[in-house]
């Protein structure tokens, strides 16, 4: 067993192997179930996980846990972390420290609705991230530039949020009548 990057190297190339191999067992499905608490504190439930969420105070909430737009922020560091470690590992490249800040532009009038969506988006206008690499050996700008690049072409977070999604929204009455 390698392990590169605290990566099972091994294991990692044989899932690719698979996929390769048979493209449907790529096909995923991916859940999580998400309840009202109180306020605007709520929850979601993900695999054998709770992550709560609220909004801050300035917003009406009660600060108890981060908002939802700050939770995606999260997701696409952390995305982009695993694309790092992933992608470094299977090149052979040790990592020492990984850190990435986030931050994204939201404007209020479009998620209060008081501007239409056409007019003002109630979505990110814009994400920044600053990514902080160090390997434990030295390595070329161009193969920082390479992996950089592998990593940001295939983040699915990132990939969320460059590019449109289809989202279907159905407002189910039934369980609660």
């Not at 309840?35 to 009660?62: H, Q």
């Not at 982009?80 to 299977?90: C, P, R, S």
């Not at 920044?128 to 390479?146: D, G, I, Y």
């Amino acid at each position: 067993m390698k392990i590169v990057n605290g990566v099972d190297v091994d294991h990692l190339k044989k899932v690719v192997e698979l996929v390769k191999e048979n493209p449907d067992l790529g096909k995923t499905i991916w859940r999580a179930n998400t309840k009202w608490k109180s306020g605007f504190k709520c929850e979601a439930r993900i695999r054998d996980f709770v992550v709560n969420m609220d909004e801050p105070e300035d917003l009406g909430g009660t600060n108890t846990a981060p908002n939802m737009v700050e939770m995606v922020l999260g997701a696409y560091g952390c995305c982009l972390i695993v694309g790092y470690v992933m992608n470094a590992a299977v090149r052979g490249i040790e990592l020492a420290k990984v850190e990435i800040e986030l931050e994204g532009n939201i404007d209020l009038p479009g998620f209060l609705g008081l501007e239409p969506p056409e007019k003002v988006w109630p979505g990110f206008t814009e994400v920044r991230a600053r990514v902080f690499l160090k390997t434990k050996e030295p390595l070329s700008k161009e193969k920082l530039k390479e992996l950089n690049e592998a990593v940001v072409k295939t983040s699915p977070v990132g990939s969320i949020l460059k590019n449109p999604v289809k989202v279907i929204t159905e407002l189910e009455t039934r369980r609660f009548v």
